[in-house]
């Protein structure tokens, strides 16, 4: 079904999804910040492995659980994030902007 612009009847309508970008952005930051505690977690695991392989292995076992707990975290929370913003865009937002007579508006 195609999207009609209720403006000048255009079929050239884009998605905006300010609400996702936004939303993804701040789930990001606030996951990467949630898997940043979590990494101390992953750095002791990291270097208990990583004491199998000696000093050096140590350190990059630290760095490794560090950096996945990290990454763990911002994914997720960039992947909640994103959802959030998709509802948002969807109910509350005029997520759907004519290319042609540049018209902002809402599907209902």
Do not use: W
Not at 42 to 53: C, D, E, N, Q, R
Not at 77 to 104: F, P, S, T, W
């Amino acid at each position: 079904m195609a999207i009609h612009c209720p403006k000048c009847s255009s079929t050239l309508i884009t998605a905006r999804n300010m609400g996702k970008k936004v939303c993804c952005s701040i789930g990001i930051v606030a996951g990467g910040a949630q898997g940043v505690s979590n990494a101390l977690k992953g750095a002791k695991i990291g270097a208990g492995v990583g004491a199998l392989f000696g000093s050096s292995g140590i350190f990059l076992g630290k760095l490794a659980g560090a950096l996945i707990g990290a990454m763990i975290g911002g994914t997720s929370g960039g992947i909640a994030g994103a959802k959030v913003g998709e509802m948002i865009d969807e109910r509350a937002l005029d997520n759907y902007e004519c290319l042609q007579c540049e018209h902002v508006f809402r599907i209902d």
